[in-house]
């Protein structure tokens, strides 16, 4: 399959341009043809009556009679050069003329008539027919591709079932592990199957058998892409990626199709690597969801189930899947046989942060490396792909100066962007400006006189993105679970800006809206989900369930860093 | 799409209760360190409104210019080593 993944486009063009020449070729035969039949150099063409005049003066001696003509010529041979006279006979006929042309002695010829040939008649309708025939082929070669092995021969239907993984490419710049950084638990547990792919042998002698399937998780931006790239890079094989949502067709079994000619075209270039991205669109839990199922999706999910099974052992095809939600995934796909290995990718912390820095940062200009020391201090909560997209801010931001290299203040500058915002310019009327200000220094005083909160970064009354002011404070490294007197404070700290309003100015306005929501979130689930509250105590109570994923510390976690991002 | 909820009625009220017990003990409590620190929070609006833009150095200038606050040391040292 590798190898011949749409043998269409070429062939389309060389059979249409095969028409256009066939077509002119005909054209010109024909034209040629009717030229052939007669000599017509050194041919006068006079009227009907000079001919006979001519042969009355006893000019003529030999006449050539065709359908509708008449020739003639005065030299007894006709090859001679002697001008001849030709003449359209009327359609009539005239039948004095033979008896004339024997009074006078004239040799005679008659051409045999010139039958209608039967390609006259075929022709066009082969024309037709050609033409009809072509274009059906064009309009189902755009819907289909080309049947691939469905025997009907290259070019009928063929990329509904062929599948878009991206194929294996050498001429990929190769990915190594030495691209990944942060993340040294899940390098080490991938790095195993590197000598699997290698050496498949050397596990087979003592009969172990190796995980096929390997389940990456972490949030978004952590690197499970880079990481299976890497696996393949690293071991040098052919990397078979896709995403899960790309399985999906309108059609049913079109996914479970597409499954089917992914996997046999890894086993014929085993070893290698398969890579599923966002297993979690079609690895949801089946059978859920209200108002009918979702068959395509069903049928997909099966179809990898059974070709996860159908590995034998001996095969060296190792299959990754990244996902971000693993609570939503089919249990069938996580046991033992299929994707077995979970790999957990966590954001980094502040040394795997430095080092991801630094491997973003080798082909920057920067004034002065040691300034990602701060930067990697101050960016607790960001995941590679957030460091990533900082500095290329900061390179912007070098750019705009047309300077040379990047500084620390573009790279603070970055920072700022990234966590907050862009900097918007909105006309605020000074009394708004001073609520704006009370609003703020109520957030900032409460983060500050309140112990174990947050240590402060900065507070700005610059609108920035969607807000207009923000209180921010820089996560505390590494918490997994949240105490409760931290998620108290938090609540203190998010409705300080409504309190401080209230206390200064008298009265309260709309810009504590995020603030109550999220307040009241944040105390729901303390109330319902963390049993935080002594009266109702330790009873799951949470309404819906899909609104959270599952593990506990994922959204706690992720609604303080918001608060911390966004405080406003 | 509305999903049965698996617990009572009552307990969803108790639920509700609980929560706003929560989120009206905080608010107290910002009011009442806004109200301690009243004098250090209308520094902090004024050098706000001034300057617009305050990193924690200026923050803590404005707001521990009084009392020394609870605010152990070490914390302070954690947020200029974080802080910038």
């Known amino acids: 399959m590798p190898n011949a993944p749409h043998p269409k486009l070429p062939n389309d063009e060389s059979r249409t341009l095969w028409v256009i020449i066939a077509f002119w070729a005909l054209v010109f035969a024909a034209f040629v043809f009717s030229f052939l039949t007669v000599d017509y150099s050194n041919v006068q063409v006079v009227s009907y009556s000079e001919i006979k005049q001519l042969i009355r003066n006893g000019e003529v001696k030999q006449a050539l009679l065709e359908d509708f003509a008449i020739t003639v010529s005065g030299a007894d041979d006709f090859a001679a050069a002697t001008p001849r006279f030709r003449a359209v006979t009327p359609s009539q006929g005239d039948p004095e003329l033979l008896p004339l042309l024997e009074t006078y002695g004239v040799e005679i010829t008659a051409a045999e008539p010139r039958g209608v040939s039967v390609l006259s008649y075929i022709l066009p309708w082969i024309l037709i027919l050609g033409v009809y025939l072509w274009f059906q082929r064009r309009m189902l070669g755009q819907i289909g591709g080309g049947l691939g092995a469905g025997g009907l021969g290259p070019g009928w239907l063929g990329g509904l079932f062929s599948g878009r993984y991206s194929r294996p490419n050498e001429s990929r710049t190769r990915t190594t592990f030495a691209d990944v950084a942060g993340q040294e638990q899940a390098k080490k547990e991938v790095a195993e199957l590197v000598e699997f792919l290698r050496e498949p042998e050397r596990f087979q002698r003592v009969g172990a058998e190796v995980p096929h399937g390997v389940l990456l998780m972490g949030p978004p931006g952590t690197g499970k892409t880079l990481l299976a790239k890497a696996l393949a890079g690293e071991a040098d094989v052919p990397f078979f990626s896709t995403s899960g949502s790309e399985f999906i067709e309108v059609f049913v079994g079109v996914g479970a199709g597409r499954v089917r000619k992914m996997f046999e075209a890894a086993r014929k270039a085993a070893p290698s690597v398969i890579f599923i991205d966002e297993l979690d669109s079609i690895g949801r839990i089946r059978g859920t969801g209200l108002g009918g199922g979702h068959d395509e999706r069903e049928q ?108 620390v203040g573009d790279l603070q500058e970055a920072r700022d962007k990234v966590m907050m915002g862009t900097v918007r310019t909105l006309a605020i009327q000074p009394k708004e400006k001073h609520r704006l200000a009370v609003h703020e220094a109520g957030h900032t005083a409460a983060a500050f006189y309140t112990p174990g909160a947050d240590p402060l970064y900065k507070v700005t009354i610059i609108p920035r993105g969607r807000s207009l002011g923000g209180t921010h404070m820089l996560e505390r490294e590494e918490h997994h679970t949240l105490p409760e007197d931290y998620l108290h404070s938090q609540l203190t700290i998010l409705l300080a800006g409504r309190a401080a309003e209230k206390h200064l100015l008298g009265n309260v306005s709309s810009g504590a809206d995020d603030d109550i929501k999220r307040a009241t979130e944040l105390a729901r689930s303390m109330v319902a989900r963390w049993g935080m509250s002594d009266d109702i105590g330790p009873v799951d109570l949470r309404q819906r369930e899909d609104l959270v994923s599952g593990s506990g510390d994922g959204p706690a976690a992720r609604t303080c860093r918001r608060n911390r991002r966004k405080g406003r | 799409m509305a999903q049965p909820r698996e617990h009572a009625d009552e307990t969803a009220a108790r639920v509700d209760e609980a929560v706003s017990t929560l989120l009206k003990d905080a608010e107290a409590e910002a009011t009442g360190i806004i109200t301690r620190h009243e004098k250090e929070v209308r520094a902090l609006i004024d050098a706000l409104e001034r300057k617009e833009v305050l990193d924690f150095k200026e923050i803590e200038a404005c707001l521990k210019s009084v009392v020394s606050v609870v605010t152990p040391l070490t914390r302070k040292n954690e947020d200029d080593g974080s802080g910038m």
């Open chain 1, 300 to 407: 997909t999910l099966n179809q990898i189930l059974a070709e996860l099974d159908g590995f034998e052992s001996r095969e060296a095809v190792v299959v990754l899947a990244a996902t971000n939600r693993p609570d939503v995934l089919d249990p069938a796909l996580l046991r033992p046989g299929r994707f077995d290995r979970h790999v957990m990718l966590n954001l980094p912390d502040r040394s795997g942060r430095r080092a991801i820095l630094d491997i973003h940062a080798k082909a920057l200009p920067l004034a002065d490396p040691s300034d990602l020391d701060a930067i990697a201090d101050g960016t607790p909560g960001f995941s590679g792909a957030d460091l990533k997209n900082l500095l290329n801010e900061a390179a912007i931001q070098a750019a705009r100066r047309s300077a040379s290299s990047i500084t």
